[in-house]
């Protein structure tokens, strides 16, 4: 079973004249996911790589069915890209945007909230469901259906727990990279919960990173409810306190946003804690049994 | 972007805020003009610096007369400060604020920064002002006050009587802290703040709201909208000024292991692997996704011509990024500078095999690497044939 997106899943590119979107909208057809339109104000009516354009995410839905928008609209755009989709009844939307004011997610993360959608990102690979549909940035030809289901906050780190769990034979059911900014969608607990009724998922990889609360979450969350195996990383141990590395939301904040407070606080909850990224794999290989 | 606190406040008083009068000094004989100018006698100097801590590390003074502020300024102009932020190597006063002195009553806590728990930014107050906030938090919690505003809102009026009681600020004085609590969250929300740190805010002996000190740091996201608040690049060294024109994430650390990684995350998963191994990374460095063969080249020059670098490591998991274009990058920079240490290469996802190809095909004397475990053993490997 997938969680969230599967072969039957429309999606709508929003920003499909950009270079990116472009790009990856042909990438992700390719792989087999359903891309029924394109949103660029001022130009709709014409047909890019085969695909119908737009003016808005309403008229594309109206017109097509779409529910799931994936969003390639530059900074200044983007979080009014979020909201229209939302506004427009999109129920899953999927932001590759990097870099969007802090203050511009406060307010959209409120209005999609308001209108009940679901957000995955911004500054976030998206979501693979490994032989259905691959939705974001990616590189599909790693992945492999499979029994693990995994989700982090880095892009690389999720491709590098892909490669090494479609390496040693595992699979994944669903990869997710929720996306490395401070506000942003859903959350790890959102996507565990999912995974912990997914019977197809038969163990969980977690990659955190240094600062937030979304692991110390998880932790109380596993502590709580998820039997089955979970193998997590927290990339971050060797960063030095308040120097910003890449990600907006991994700037130590206090001790509980710190690598070893993570790492603690899932080694209580039961999980495996993998002390290097090349561990993630051989450590659920081996809690798989 | 951080701004200095000359920077910061400039702001505040261009959106109306009360700071103390002040004027920012470089020599010993721009104090008397600056004295005669702001019609005082006497005042404090402070050192422009970024770090915190700076009081306890003798960079404010208080004095009285031109030649005594002159005295000053010739003592603390281009001096280090050490401070428990900077770490050993300290941090250089390039300029000093001298400001009128303030006779203070009481000292106050106040900051507006972004709670990841809530997704709203977060207005915090404490009675406990002038000290380690950080340090409050965790031991007396009780003494902080936290309240989320709405955006595009002014404070609740509840919001502000909750935090007058509080903090038992009553009469012609809670208005003044009504004005300014309101005040400055339209600062933070028209300049992208991601904190707004005033401590302390005083009042003074005649009842008056004084912001004495103010930390001021802008989102980076919203540089592009927030351009003329402060000087992006003085807190950078000159390799984190350079990559930033090239859309590169630079951040300069201490270790001899130069490293070139592709994604946020997997950068800092490369720096704990390569703490796995003993060794300290000399700095953090993510090309992102959508760097070009010319990003990527001027990259790994940075990279290579740093004289820390004892070994370098280059990983990479191709997404948006095409192996090909990294190795092209590589070869391209390695060529014009020529290689004096150990280059580890680990490729893999998208393009790999054409950027393996281009590796192998340049004649370069690289280490190749497979996994994550390989790349890291060989780093180590590299790092002991240098120091023997």
Request: glycine share 12%; hydrophobic share 45%.
């Amino acid at each position: 079973m997938s969680i969230f997106v599967d072969k039957n899943t429309k999606v709508v590119v929003v920003g499909l004249t950009g270079k990116a979107g472009s790009f990856h909208a042909a990438q992700c057809k390719a792989y087999g996911t359903q891309i029924v339109a394109g949103v660029t104000p001022g130009k709709g009516g014409m047909i890019h790589d085969g695909i119908p354009v737009f003016n808005t995410v309403h008229e594309a839905v109206a017109a097509t069915g779409a529910d799931c928008s994936l969003i390639f609209v530059p900074p200044p755009g983007a979080a009014d890209a979020i909201v229209g989709s939302a506004d427009a009844g999109i129920p899953f939307i999927v932001a590759i945007t990097e870099g969007i004011p802090v203050l511009d997610m406060v307010w959209a993360r409120k209005e999609v909230d308001r209108r009940g959608s679901l957000l995955l990102g911004p500054n976030c690979p998206g979501i693979v469901t490994p032989g259905e549909c691959k939705i974001g940035i990616a590189p599909g030809f790693i992945h492999k259906r499979g029994k693990v289901g995994i989700v982090s906050r880095s892009g690389t780190l999720t491709y590098e727990a892909v490669y090494q769990t479609t390496q040693l034979g595992l699979g994944q059911s669903t990869a997710v990279g929720i996306g490395g900014d401070p506000v942003h969608g859903l959350n790890m607990v959102d996507i565990l919960k999912r995974f912990n009724a997914d019977p197809e998922t038969e163990g969980i990889v977690l990659i955190g990173e240094i600062g937030g609360p979304d692991e110390q979450n998880a932790a109380k969350y596993i502590k709580e409810n998820v039997k089955k195996p979970v193998v997590t990383f927290i990339a971050g141990a060797a960063a030095p306190t308040g120097k910003r590395m890449g990600h907006a939301g991994a700037i130590v904040e206090g001790k509980s946003g710190t690598a070893q407070a993570k790492k603690a606080a899932l080694k209580a909850a039961g999980a495996h804690v993998a002390e290097t990224a090349a561990d993630i794999g051989p450590l659920i290989k081996k809690a798989l049994g | 972007m951080k701004l200095l606190e000359h920077e910061a406040k400039a702001v505040l008083r261009r959106n109306g805020i009360n700071v103390p009068v002040g004027k920012v000094v470089q020599t010993p004989e721009e104090v008397g003009p600056a004295l005669a100018e702001l019609g005082l006698s006497e005042g404090v100097l402070k050192a422009q610096v970024f770090t915190g801590g700076r009081g306890k590390a003798g960079g404010v003074k208080l004095f009285a007369g031109a030649a005594e502020g002159a005295e000053i300024v010739r003592r603390l102009m281009g001096a280090t400060l050490v401070t428990h932020q900077t770490g050993p190597a300290g941090e250089i006063v390039g300029s000093l604020l001298l400001e009128s002195k303030t006779a203070i009553a009481r000292e106050i806590y106040c900051s507006i920064l972004l709670d990841r728990e809530a997704n709203n930014p977060v207005l915090v107050l404490s009675a406990e002002g002038g000290m380690e906030i950080e340090e409050i938090a965790e031991t007396h919690p009780e003494k902080l006050l936290k309240m989320h505003p709405l955006v595009g809102h002014d404070l609740w009026s509840f919001q502000i009587v909750r935090a007058c009681n509080f903090l038992d600020i009553t009469g012609d004085t809670a208005k003044e802290f009504a004005t300014v609590l309101n005040q400055l969250w339209t600062v933070y929300q028209k300049s992208d703040a991601s904190l707004l740190e005033i401590n302390p805010l005083v009042i003074d002996r005649e009842g008056h709201v004084v912001l004495l000190d103010c930390k001021f740091i802008v989102d980076d996201n919203a540089e592009y909208r927030q351009k003329g608040l402060g000087n992006a690049d003085a807190d950078k060294t000159h390799a984190e000024i350079e990559s930033a024109k090239f859309g590169l994430s630079y951040v300069s650390l201490d270790g001899t292991v130069g490293c070139m990684v592709n994604g946020a995350g997997l950068a800092m998963a490369t720096l704990d692997l390569i703490a796995s191994v003993g060794l300290m990374p000399a700095n953090f460095l993510d090309v992102g996704g959508s760097a070009n063969e010319e990003a990527v080249t001027k990259a790994f020059e940075i990279v290579l011509t740093d004289p820390k670098v004892k070994v370098i490591l280059v990983n990479i998991f191709g997404g948006i990024m095409k192996c090909d274009i990294i190795a092209q990058g590589v070869i391209n920079a390695a060529r014009t500078l020529g290689v004096k240490v150990p280059v580890v290469v680990r490729l893999q996802g998208t393009n790999v095999d054409q950027g393996k190809k281009l590796l192998a095909e340049s004649g370069l004397a690289l280490i190749t690497a497979d996994g994550l475990d390989d790349a890291a053993k060989k780093v180590a490997e590299a790092a002991k044939g240098v120091r023997s």
